[in-house]
């Protein structure tokens, strides 16, 4: 039961940990201020049950005196204020804590979710070619609510409601040690079996849960995200079994928690009535009348009032705790183990020009090489090349060449694994270079890419080309000449019904494909960036639709670096530079026409004899 305890308070920052501090104390003095609630009605009682103890108590007595009473009935209607007064103070107080600890858990909902997603969101690029994006949204979304809800918040109340409860025991100790101990003994021993017998069942339904919850998220991420495959294949029903078998294993570990968090705590509650009945039979065998044990039972009843529902809430809190344990360690390994993303920028840093690494001639890569950590072998070997800036250069290839790749590192993406890239003859990485982070981001701000699948959002035409921009930071001079260079700005402004403010729709629903590649150039171009990469990024449209795209791209040539990554030699025609690359290496270079004059391997690519 600690371990998560430590994890989640490690997941805090100082400052967090720091104001569980006051917190601790308000719990305690609500504890204090339950005592005085509890033990102000033996007192009371005993003065109802016989008006002559004011005069023989001597704390009673000498109240009595001094605000000068001149009447038994006043002082206890005085005393009946009183007490009811101490109650009412405790239970509001008790309220105001009840409601600052509320606030405190809320805001770490905030607090941890913000840094887990800022943690995902500055992982290298190769970070996410190894994990599931299913994954990392059911982590933030899911995982972090459950280690609110089913850890900390448990954790904090099962603080409140023991303090309470030790507090009500100390006040029966003093009371009457035996029946205290006696009592607490009892029903501790109650809970602890209890809690014994289904502990091996929680642990294994927490896990059970964990994985169902991942592979709820993963169907249908994968499901929605594929929809137009979905529908054309008619995999509705792999996906609705799929999904239904997660859902049920899922509902199911749920409803067992459930049930075994309630069931213990009903079998307890009919523990404490019938030890409540068998108290007072053995207090009215000892004291023998009612009028003495009536104090007595007062306060043991409403002490029992206020514990029970103490400690079913620390059972219950227990039984939580230990079925969401181990989402606290899935948190934890990833906001311990992985890289920590820099300090959160405020609105001012993000209106700042960012830092642009110069380029004014070209690049040049030196013995480049690169291995993906799974691979055994280097999908880029000992590869020298140099790009001029202002030049057109394409990369060709059978699939799995490495054109991609290279295109990656080059823009930083991927790091590589032995050689250099030198921009105007800086190098952009080194493998010792602690600075190597700060520059490669220097270096992408020079890039603007084109994917062969566009990703839009469901938003405006200009927020999707102004990208990660809120709307107080989209300059509309600068998405308009975007929009113009991508062959793009007439379409909209005379096609779309509300213009650059048209919304549309999920992934880009309600445009063709040629379209959403216009967009993503366009989205490409919003920073006016040096380098422009076409990643395939026609390679899924018709001919008419390519056309226009390459258009586009060729109005941009000799202003701006283009990197062309491409299947269809018709693209790169108009290219000042081609490389055809194979398994890792360049094997021929030139211009369009040397290359058919000079290497088979791109005729037979350009299927020419």
């Known amino acids: 039961m600690a371990k998560p305890i430590v994890k989640l308070l490690a997941l805090f920052t100082k400052q967090e940990r720091r104001r569980l501090v006051p917190i601790t104390f308000a719990i305690l003095s609500v504890s204090v201020l339950e005592i005085a609630g509890v033990g102000s009605l033996g007192p009371f009682m005993a ?15 000498f109240f009595y005196q001094l605000w000068n009473f001149q009447s038994d009935r006043a002082f206890v209607i005085f005393l009946g204020i009183a007490v009811f007064t101490v109650i009412l103070v405790s239970t509001a107080f008790r309220m105001i804590v009840l409601y600052g600890m509320s606030r405190f858990v809320a805001n770490r909902r905030y607090t941890l979710g913000v840094r887990l997603f800022r943690q995902y969101l500055y992982q290298p690029y190769q970070f996410f070619l190894h994990h599931n994006s299913g ?13 609110i809800n089913g850890v900390m918040r448990p954790i904090i109340n099962i603080f409140i409601h023991g303090a309470l409860s030790l507090a009500i025991f100390i006040l029966l100790v003093v009371i009457n040690p035996v029946v205290a101990v006696a009592s607490f003994g009892i029903f501790g021993l109650a809970y602890a079996l209890l809690y014994g017998v289904i502990r091996k069942r929680l642990s294994r339904h927490g896990k059970e849960v964990r994985e169902a919850n991942r592979l709820r998220f993963k169907t249908a991420n994968e499901a929605f995200g594929g929809i137009k495959d ?13 999904y239904s078998v997660a859902a049920k294993r899922y509902a199911s570990t749920q409803a067992a928690n459930q049930i075994l968090s309630t069931i213990p705590s009903q079998a307890i509650q009919s523990l404490a009535t019938g030890f409540a009945i068998a108290l007072v039979i053995i207090l009215l065998i000892v004291h023998g009348t009612v009028a003495e044990v009536l104090p007595l039972i007062t306060v043991y009843a409403y002490a029992i009032m206020r514990m029970m529902p103490n400690l079913r809430e620390i059972f219950h809190d227990a039984v939580q705790m230990r079925y969401h344990s181990f989402t606290v360690d899935a948190l934890f390994q990833d906001m311990t183990t992985l890289p920590q993303p820099p300090q959160m920028p405020d609105k001012k840093a993000m209106k700042a020009a960012p830092e642009v690494l110069p380029f004014a001639r070209g690049i040049v890569l030196q013995q480049l090489e690169y291995s993906y950590p799974t691979s055994r072998e280097p999908v880029l070997k000992q590869l020298n090349l140099s790009i001029n800036r202002n030049s057109s250069v394409a990369f060709v ?3 799995g060449c490495g054109k991609t790749t290279l295109v990656d590192v080059i823009m930083g993406l991927l790091k590589p694994t032995g050689g250099a890239i030198l921009a105007d003859e800086t190098p952009v990485t080194s493998l010792t270079d602690e600075d190597t982070r700060k520059r490669v981001a220097a270096w992408q701000r020079n890039f603007g890419y084109v994917p ?40 909209i402004t005379t096609e779309l019904p509300e213009g650059y403010d048209t919304v549309v729709g999920e992934r880009g629903i309600r445009l063709s494909g040629g379209q959403r590649q216009r967009v993503g150039i366009a989205r490409a171009l919003y920073h006016d960036p040096n380098i422009l990469v076409m990643d395939e ?18 109005n941009l040539t000799h202003t701006k670096t283009i990197l062309l990554i491409a299947h269809r030699l018709t693209t790169v025609q108009g290219c000042d530079v081609i490389y055809l690359m194979e398994k890792g290496r360049i094997i021929a270079q030139g211009n369009y026409g040397e290359l058919l004059e000079n290497s088979p391997q791109f005729r037979a690519m350009a299927k020419v004899k």
Do not use: C, W
Request: hydrophobic letters at 50%.
């Open 397 to 399: 290839g059978a699939t």
């Open 537 to 554: 990024a026609t390679s899924a449209l018709d001919s008419l639709t390519e056309d226009a795209v390459m258009e586009a791209i060729r």
């Open 47 to 61: 003065v109802i049950a016989d008006q002559t103890v004011i005069h023989r108590q001597p704390v009673l007595a």
């Open 135 to 147: 994954e990392l949204s059911k982590n933030l979304l899911a995982e972090v609510d459950s280690v």
């Open 452 to 491: 062969q699948q566009i990703f839009l959002s469901d938003d405006t035409v200009a927020a999707n080309i102004a990208f990660g921009l809120p709307q107080d930071m989209r300059e509309s001079a600068s998405i308009e000449r975007a929009a113009r260079a991508a062959n793009l700005h007439e379409f």
């Open 230 to 242: 979905v529908k054309i294949l008619g995999k509705e029903p792999f996906f609705s079994y799929a």
